[in-house]
């Protein structure tokens, strides 16, 4: 068994149908498998698990709402992928471009800064596309 990190994306639908801003989250799930596919297959069915509103108490800036998983973004296995993960073992990574060393900065200041992410392969399936 090897170790990977998959890229789950998820997204806030409000209630009231007014998509006037669509609040995304990322989330990186620590995923034990056997191979890519079984690792995309298992983040998947994580991924679902975190769909719903809440017993209808989940709200974005007040409004009410659900998380919806769009899809798998990708899969990454780890750099030690046939070890354990334990403290300081890099697990995924992230590449993307910049237009200047001020974005830079403000980037590692956890400043908002437009950038460019750099495509990865995508996984080899997707989930449904949301209406």
Known sequence: ??????NAILYFRFEDGNQDV?????????????????ALSKATVRAREDEGDDSASLTYNGRKCS???????KVTSCVNEDERP?????????E????????????????????????????????DSPP
Request: hydrophobic content about 40%; aromatic content about 10%; some cysteine.
């Open 86 to 94: 334990e403290d300081g073992t890099e697990v995924t990574y992230n």
């Open 22 to 38: 669509i609040p995304v989250w990322e989330n990186l799930y620590l995923i034990e498998a056997g191979s890519p596919d079984e």
């Open 67 to 73: 998380r919806v998983c769009v899809g798998i973004r």
């Open 1 to 6: 068994m090897s170790w990977y990190v998959a």
């Open 96 to 127: 993307f471009q910049l237009d200047s060393l001020e974005s830079l900065h403000r980037l590692a200041r956890g400043e908002p800064t437009m950038l460019e992410y750099e495509a990865a392969e995508p996984p080899r399936a997707t989930l």
